[in-house]
């Protein structure tokens, strides 16, 4: 099932797997976080070096993701209590920040160094100025998503954590070519995977506003976005590595290797534009898919015209308009003795060669549809009576004049014009009424419809016919109202 909300479209499954995946983010960043505060505290022979490490993530840090995993895992069960946790742990980041600006020498706030007792080496808990901006901004975000307000500024706060996290990266890239630890001494790789893991998280827990409903949009666009902002991310990782790497582990000059890495950025790109490629023409594929199979759903299968259910959706479509409209049901005469006599398949031949004279007579903006069985109705767009009428007299006069295979094949027509306020259902009803009075005249005829405002167009009344037979040509009708016919003496056409 769909949901719209402000003229998009979202797929409810794609939202689940969004809040999911946000769910997933909290848990993993709070677990991470407490092994690390774990560790830090405990200082257990086996974590020593493993927390003395400069990618490693420091003690406020990992209390402040702590306070922000926990934010995000509440944000749908206790969004107050989410709230004040987002507050936290911008308050934490705050306070790391003052006290590098204006703490002792060593920099930062001391916090968890004077509350826990060190064991020898441990390193301190007070966290880099990068990852205190980070925690600072990320606060600001899980604020802003549970409050459901200033969504621009939420979204500037979390494109800068995953900058300033994007930039780890790159530098990440650099140390593992075996050039300096770069950013890392400023962000360690750790504190940067997890903050850019709470800010996907938490643009995710909202993915019908800001930037996410695109990536969330059930459409081309949301597709694409889904499956390209992973390679978007690891992508700037990957080049910087395979630069620095190309030139010191292989001896190679500056030019030479920045020329290499431009080759593999271009063919990243063009890997990347095959794939969206791939993805367009699938999503073509699938949509002309979708169309056949809306199309069949609105054709007859055995004539090709539309078919009852699109012949009613195009009949309101024109009394909503308010346009002049005309209806005009047909049915073939005497059409199960036709069956009986030469067989259905000669019958199905009769009806496609009647469609196919009808599409012939109308224009190429009225709709003409096989309404079922032996019936046909044509709905004429923006016109009136007189138009109405004219094609029915054609379509009378081509069913006659057509080279039938086994026998003569005629018509009965009724014709109804859309009155102001009719419904669909009074329109067909006053055709279907023409169109019985025309079988009981005699077949071979058309007759309009009565109704307040539905009068026939003005033409010669045909001379009184004789109470044995008709005269010649009599069968063609002549579109006159029937209470009008009635007046005059005549029989209805």
Same mark, same amino acid.
């Given at each position: 099932?769909?949901?719209?909300?402000?003229?998009?479209?979202?797929?409810?499954?794609?939202?689940?797997?969004?809040?999911?995946?946000?769910?997933?983010?909290?848990?993993?960043?709070?677990?991470?976080?407490?092994?690390?505060?774990?560790?830090?505290?405990?200082?257990?022979?086996?974590?020593?070096?493993?927390?003395?490490?400069?990618?490693?993530?420091?003690?406020?840090?990992?209390?402040?993701?702590?306070?922000?995993?926990?934010?995000?895992?509440?944000?749908?069960?206790?969004?107050?209590?989410?709230?004040?946790?987002?507050?936290?742990?911008?308050?934490?980041?705050?306070?790391?920040?003052?006290?590098?600006?204006?703490?002792?020498?060593?920099?930062?706030?001391?916090?968890?160094?004077?509350?826990?007792?060190?064991?020898?080496?441990?390193?301190?808990?007070?966290?880099?100025?990068?990852?205190?901006?980070?925690?600072?901004?990320?606060?600001?975000?899980?604020?802003?998503?549970?409050?459901?307000?200033?969504?621009?500024?939420?979204?500037?706060?979390?494109?800068?954590?995953?900058?300033?996290?994007?930039?780890?990266?790159?530098?990440?890239?650099?140390?593992?070519?075996?050039?300096?630890?770069?950013?890392?001494?400023?962000?360690?790789?750790?504190?940067?995977?997890?903050?850019?893991?709470?800010?996907?998280?938490?643009?995710?827990?909202?993915?019908?506003?800001?930037?996410?409903?695109?990536?969330?949009?059930?459409?081309?666009?949301?597709?694409?976005?889904?499956?390209?902002?992973?390679?978007?991310?690891?992508?700037?990782?990957?080049?910087?590595?395979?630069?620095?790497?190309?030139?010191?582990?292989?001896?190679?000059?500056?030019?030479? %290797? +920045?020329?290499?890495?431009?080759?593999?950025? *271009?063919? /990243? $790109? @063009? =890997?990347?534009?095959?794939?969206? &490629?791939? !993805? #367009?023409?699938?999503?073509?594929?699938?949509?002309?898919?979708?169309?056949?199979?809306?199309?069949?759903?609105?054709?007859?299968?055995?004539?090709?015209?539309?078919?009852?259910?699109?012949?009613?959706?195009?009949?309101?479509?024109?009394?909503?308009?308010?346009?002049?409209?005309?209806?005009?049901?047909?049915?073939?005469?005497?059409?199960?003795?036709?069956?009986?006599?030469?067989?259905?398949?000669?019958?199905?031949?009769?009806?496609?060669?009647?469609?196919?004279?009808?599409?012939?007579?109308?224009?190429?903006?009225?709709?003409?549809?096989?309404?079922?069985?032996?019936?046909?109705?044509?709905?004429?767009?923006?016109?009136?009576?007189?138009?109405?009428?004219?094609?029915?007299?054609?379509?009378?006069?081509?069913?006659?004049?057509?080279?039938? %295979? +086994?026998?003569?094949?005629?018509?009965?027509? *009724?014709? /109804? $014009? @859309? =009155?102001?306020?009719?419904?669909? &259902?009074? !329109? #067909?009803?006053?055709?279907?009424?023409?169109?019985?009075?025309?079988?009981?005249?005699?077949?071979?005829?058309?007759?309009?419809?009565?109704?307040?405002?539905?009068?026939?167009?003005?033409?010669?009344?045909?001379?009184?016919?004789?109470?044995?037979?008709?005269?010649?040509?009599?069968?063609?009708?002549?579109?006159?109202?029937?209470?009008?016919?009635?007046?005059?003496?005549?029989?209805?056409?």
């Amino acid at each position: 099932m769909d949901r719209v909300i402000d003229d998009i479209r979202f797929d409810t499954a794609v939202l689940r797997s969004f809040t999911a995946c946000a769910r997933a983010a909290g848990w993993i960043a709070a677990l991470v976080s407490l092994a690390v505060l774990a560790g830090w505290l405990g200082g257990a022979e086996p974590v020593q070096a493993w927390l003395q490490s400069p990618s490693m993530m420091r003690a406020h840090a990992a209390l402040g993701c702590l306070l922000a995993g926990s934010a995000l895992l509440l944000h749908s069960s206790a969004p107050r209590t989410a709230v004040v946790l987002s507050a936290l742990t911008a308050l934490l980041g705050g306070l790391e920040l003052l006290g590098h600006a204006f703490g002792p020498g060593t920099g930062g706030w001391r916090g968890l160094d004077l509350l826990a007792p060190g064991w020898p080496g441990r390193p301190p808990a007070r966290m880099t100025e990068l990852a205190a901006v980070a925690l600072l901004l990320l606060g600001v975000v899980g604020v802003a998503v549970q409050r459901g307000r200033a969504v621009w500024l939420r979204e500037a706060c979390a494109i800068a954590v995953i900058a300033i996290a994007m930039a780890a990266f790159a530098s990440c890239g650099l140390v593992l070519a075996g050039d300096g630890a770069g950013l890392l001494q400023r962000l360690p790789a750790m504190t940067a995977s997890v903050l850019l893991l709470l800010t996907l998280g938490w643009m995710a827990s909202a993915p019908t506003t800001g930037l996410t409903r695109v990536a969330a949009a059930d459409s081309q666009g949301g597709a694409f976005a889904r499956r390209l902002i992973l390679p978007a991310l690891v992508l700037p990782v990957l080049f910087t590595f395979l630069f620095k790497a190309v030139q010191l582990r292989l001896g190679m000059s500056e030019s030479l %290797a +920045l020329a290499l890495a431009a080759v593999a950025a *271009g063919g /990243a $790109v @063009a =890997a990347m534009i095959i794939w969206v &490629a791939s !993805l #367009l023409d699938r999503a073509e594929r699938q949509r002309r898919v979708v169309l056949a199979l809306h199309e069949d759903a609105r054709t007859d299968a055995l004539t090709g015209l539309a078919n009852r259910r699109a012949l009613d959706a195009a009949l309101v479509r024109a009394l909503r308009q308010r346009g002049a409209a005309t209806l005009l049901l047909l049915d073939v005469d005497h059409f199960k003795r036709f069956n009986d006599s030469f067989g259905h398949p000669a019958g199905d031949d009769v009806l496609r060669e009647t469609g196919r004279l009808l599409r012939a007579v109308v224009r190429s903006q009225d709709l003409v549809a096989r309404y079922g069985g032996e019936e046909f109705a044509i709905l004429l767009q923006q016109s009136d009576a007189l138009r109405g009428r004219h094609v029915a007299e054609r379509v009378i006069a081509a069913m006659r004049v057509h080279p039938w %295979a +086994l026998r003569p094949v005629t018509l009965s027509i *009724g014709v /109804a $014009v @859309a =009155a102001p306020g009719d419904a669909a &259902a009074t !329109l #067909l009803r006053r055709a279907d009424a023409a169109l019985y009075r025309s079988k009981q005249a005699g077949r071979d005829r058309f007759s309009f419809g009565a109704a307040p405002g539905d009068e026939a167009p003005p033409h010669p009344q045909p001379p009184r016919r004789p109470p044995t037979a008709p005269p010649a040509g009599a069968g063609i009708g002549n579109g006159s109202v029937v209470n009008a016919a009635a007046a005059n003496g005549c029989g209805v056409d």
